[in-house]
């Protein structure tokens, strides 16, 4: 469903696409991909329920009200690091490399607070205790924590996340999420078209917490 679900969007954005060759020595990421601009590599992966997803989606198929709660971004950020070790090896000079998500989850759908936090890691508050214990604590700043699934240390051939949310028609809702940490990341107009939205963040070098921004 995931190679189908992108090969759609390929199709609608006027993409070509082209398989790379399986290795021997190590997994690699699935296409290249020619855009109007320059071609690029992209990794496609599944994103199906796990058992206890599966059981949540069970009881709401049956008409159960559920409470779920879950880490924002855990299921996502094991694949960023997996996709980055199969888009380096093949990446040629110059070429972007796309993590592509299909979502088949309808209980906990990756929302884009899951990828803020797979990529940059949960939003921290830093609280200030006053001596006195009748004084309030007093908020001093917002941050990303430290268990990023990208850096500036590492997981950069990675330019970008794209989610491809479980629908009939996948290419009429594609969200593009960008790497501020990425090697070769993604000039401002490229990847642009009629149902894909696309995101920045602008602070993590920084280590402050910022939200994403729609370009």
């Not at 082209?18 to 296409?31: G, L, M, V």
């Not at 992966?45 to 159960?64: C, M, S, T, V």
Request: with cysteine.
């Amino acid at each position: 469903m995931a190679v189908r679900a992108w090969r759609s969007v390929c199709r609608v954005a006027q993409w070509k696409l082209r398989s790379i060759p399986e290795s021997d020595r190590a997994k690699t990421a699935d296409y290249r991909i020619w855009s109007a601009n320059r071609p690029f590599v992209a990794e496609v992966k599944q994103l199906n329920p796990n058992r206890d997803e599966a059981k949540l989606e069970a009881r709401a198929r049956a008409g159960e009200r559920i409470v779920f709660g879950h880490e924002p971004g855990d299921r996502l950020r094991p694949l960023i690091s997996a996709a980055n070790r199969q888009i380096r090896p093949v990446a040629r000079a110059g070429e972007p490399g796309l993590l592509v998500v299909y979502d088949t989850r309808l209980v906990t759908p990756v929302e884009p607070y899951d990828v803020l936090t797979a990529m940059y890691f949960l939003q921290t508050v830093d609280l200030q205790v006053h001596p006195d214990p009748s004084t309030p604590l007093a908020k001093v700043g917002e941050r990303f924590g430290p268990k990023r699934g990208v850096a500036a240390s590492y997981n950069r051939a990675v330019s970008a996340v794209v989610i491809i949310p479980q629908q009939p028609r996948p290419e009429r809702r594609v969200y593009i999420f960008h790497n501020r940490f990425a090697d070769v990341p993604f000039r401002p107009n490229e990847l642009a078209g009629k149902h894909i939205r696309r995101f920045v963040v602008s602070q993590p070098h920084t280590g402050e917490f910022d939200d994403w921004t729609e370009v």
